[in-house]
């Protein structure tokens, strides 16, 4: 994935639709099945791209 290419709302965007889609496949699938924990492993990664722009622009923002 490219995330580091998207724009901020993209990437909430695409957070939210991972965590729905997350939640769809746990109730159906189990929490423990393979999509799942590929899932949440996708949206951990783009939780913490957010979390990580957030910071850089923080450090440039107080310089």
Known sequence: M?????TKG??????EWLR???IVVAEAKGF???ESLRLSQ???ELLNLYHQ???SR???TNQ
């Open 2 to 6: 490219v995330a580091c290419l998207l």
């Open 10 to 15: 993209q990437l909430l965007e695409r957070i």
């Open 20 to 22: 729905h889609r997350m």
């Open 32 to 34: 423990t099945c393979e």
């Open 42 to 44: 996708q949206l951990d």
């Open 53 to 55: 722009q957030g910071k």
């Open 58 to 60: 923080n450090h440039i």
